[in-house]
């Protein structure tokens, strides 16, 4: 079972259609990166999925009970962008009182509260008042009382925001430990390179839907896809190649060459050296996350925009979706 | 244990702003006064001067929120020639010369003043009979002049203040009688025994009334004033509260907490009651603390007040907490608020003023002297709305008069249930209890709503 899924999740505010439509599912044990420009609806999908917004449509499953639920959001950890904690309270004081309201007993916090400080790098700074911390500070603060219960799901907006080189890969670090130890984690990041580093999948929406999702090597992936550079005034045999099986096309002053799966790149180079050419370049081609992500926004974004759908097409559809669901399970 | 977290969380808050430090610093200087201040106790002869006739110290000052009393008697003289009533001497009988508990005889003389001695007189707020100049009045009997000597030593007696063994008239010359009284010292006596005050050994020269009195009138000003600006720092240290909750980036932080939003707002509301609360207790208690050692009166009827400071508070802080959600501003709270106290005050005095109209219409139609009836204010369209208004609003007029009655009720006789023999009032407690509260839960119930169905 999904430890989060939604679907044909719809999210209204007044004329603005934040969420059109999303549905997408998250597996234990998973890193889950959103992805999106400003307004995209990342942060509006986390608030549905624990609660702080209603009035939405659709299914919205967390942990398999109905998302936002008092009970649910007790196995939940969550760290939002642009948090503010009450400057009044030290850190300790603040993980405490949060600590209090998840229902964790005193002896627990008193145990928890120092070691999950020292695992974010702040333990020296707890009895000091938040209004001392720097941004760092706070967003270190912001993990640790996100992480302290020991969450089965951790949602994280923007978790390594004005937090310096160092302090991100301590982040990283300890998003991986948590993985290790089963936790789910879905990241909303505008640090596309952070997300390509720990995170299994992600999902890119744009205007309130999901237009590309899936694992970050499968997405990025040009996987046999290789360029070839030979010295200067040589030519790659490309009718022989052809003739072999595999599919080679100019690029600029170098060949592309893509190979299906029963085929290795060792096999050209062999051929190529048995011709008495010299390899001057070779490189398997590659996307970053940033580029993929990049390439899908400019390409929906010429898009022409479907007409919107009506209130009752929307319901159709959602219903629709139940009833595959339910064939399905059937 | 939530509630305890919400609690301490807004204690922090409380403590963070200089406006409780300084309520909490301004209280300590009030105990420090109270502390200063003693009492010297008076001789006997100067206590019991304060009997003298029904417009003695001792009468107005404890009949002083009976006011139908006060008219009754002085109606009563109004027809008869002004009788002066003088304390010639004062015999200890039993006990220690001076002392509350001893026993006392005192020799009174009472002489009938001419119609001119009147003249000057009110009664009880009522004019004297218009022909009172043209024709003499007759003298007062003796049965007459008994009574009314005896008059103060009954109220006395009645609240077991002192035990009124007897009164004679041992002697009649003309105008001019003697009187003979014999007065039991009781455990209660020591409140009205005359004193004087002293603030840190200087004594107060001048001011010499019965101690339960002073004490009233001290502590109820004292208590009045904090009352007023502990409720005022309140409003400005709790409107903040709701607020700073629903700042972005700090209520979702909330929210994801596993509590009901309903709960989270009106534990957050039992947290700002119970800093004003603690607050009330401190400056209350210490009052109380330090006029029991330095006078032996312990008001512990005054430690009510704690309860209904905070209750008053409640009703302002329910208002607070509803705009504080909806607005979501500091500052539209604390106006929104003032401004409901300010109505609510209005409404109150208009009230009054319009029963007390009413009563003094009604009062005129039954002597035959009132307006005919379409002519009455108390019956117009204006009385009637004041009643409307006053009965759908929160009473904190009420709780003002309620505190009022305990302090005198617990410095005069010590006992609360001798407030209906101490104090007259036409307040039907339950309904404004039950009127304020529902008046709290319905902003309450608003509040917790919109909270519930808002998107943060």
Known sequence: MPVLETRALRKQYGEIEALAGVSLKVDEGEIYGLLGQNGAGKTTLIKIMLGITGGWEGDAMLLGETAGTSHVRSRVGYLPEDHQFPDYHTGYSLLDFYGELLGLASSSRSELIPKMLEQVGIADRMDYKIRTYSKGMKQRLGIAQALMHRPDVIFLDEPTDGVDPVGRRDIRELLLDLKKRGSTIFINSHLLGEVELICDRVAILMKGKIIREGEIKTLTRQEGQFLIGLAPGKHLPVTDLASMGYDVSPVEDRWEVRLRDDQNIDAVVDFVRSRGLNLRHLVEKRQTLEELFLETHDGNENKPEKPRESKREQSENVKVLKATDEDRAS | ?456
């Open chain 2, 1 to 456: 244990m939530k509630y305890f977290a919400i609690l301490k969380d807004s204690l922090r808050e409380a403590l963070d702003s200089t406006v409780l430090l300084v309520l909490w610093g301004l209280s300590t200087l009030v105990i420090v006064f109270v502390a200063l201040l003693s009492f010297s106790p008076q001789p006997a002869e100067e206590t019991m001067g304060q009997f003298m006739g029904p417009d003695s110290r001792f009468f107005y000052a404890i009949n002083s929120h009976k006011p139908e009393v006060m008219m009754a008697e002085g109606s009563k003289q109004a027809v008869h020639r002004p009788v002066r009533f003088n304390l010639e001497k004062v015999t200890l009988l039993r006990g220690d010369a001076n002392s509350p508990e001893s026993d006392y005889e005192l020799t009174i003389t009472a002489k009938i003043e001419e119609n001119a001695a009147r003249k000057k007189m009110m009664h009880g707020g009522m004019p004297e009979p218009p022909d009172a100049e043209k024709k003499k009045l007759p003298l007062p009997t003796d049965e007459q002049i008994i009574k009314w000597a005896r008059s103060p030593f009954d109220s006395a007696d009645e609240l077991g203040l002192l035990k009124f063994e007897k009164i004679e008239l041992t002697a009649s010359v003309g105008g001019s009688k003697t009187l003979r009284v014999v007065v039991l010292g009781t455990s209660r006596t020591h409140r009205i025994w005359a004193s004087h005050p002293n603030i840190a050994g200087y004594p107060l020269e001048g001011i010499s009334v019965p101690l339960g009195f002073q004490l009233y009138n001290l502590t109820s000003t004292v208590l009045a004033i904090g009352a007023w600006v502990a409720v005022l720092a309140g409003v400005v240290i709790t409107s903040f509260f709701i607020p700073n909750m629903l700042r972005k980036g700090t209520i979702d932080l909330l929210l994801v907490k596993p509590i009901e939003r309903w709960m989270l707002l009106v534990y957050k509301y039992i947290g700002g009651l119970s800093f004003i609360f603690l607050s009330t207790a401190y400056a209350i208690g210490g009052i109380w603390l330090v006029l029991g050692i330095r006078t032996g009166l312990w008001a512990n009827g005054a430690l009510v007040m704690i309860l209904t400071i905070t209750f008053f508070f409640a009703i302002l802080y329910a208002v607070s907490t509803l705009v504080g959600v909806v607005t979501r501003s500091t500052v539209t709270a604390i106006m929104v608020t003032i401004g409901a106290w300010f109505c609510f005050f209005v409404i109150g005095q208009f009230y009054t003023v319009m029963t007390t109209i009413d009563r003094g219409e009604k009062m005129m139609a039954e002597v035959g002297m009132g307006k005919p009836e379409e002519q009455r204010w108390g019956d117009g369209y204006i009385a009637k709305s004041a009643r409307v208004l006053h009965f759908v609003t929160p009473r904190t007029g009420d709780l003002n008069t309620l505190n009022d009655m305990l302090v005198f009720t617990d410095f005069m006789t010590g006992d609360l249930r001798d407030m209906p023999k101490l104090y007259s009032t036409d307040v039907n407690f339950l309904e404004s209890l039950i009127v304020s509260t529902l008046w709290i839960a319905l902003c309450l119930g608003l509040a917790s709503l919109w909270f519930t169905y808002k998107d943060y």
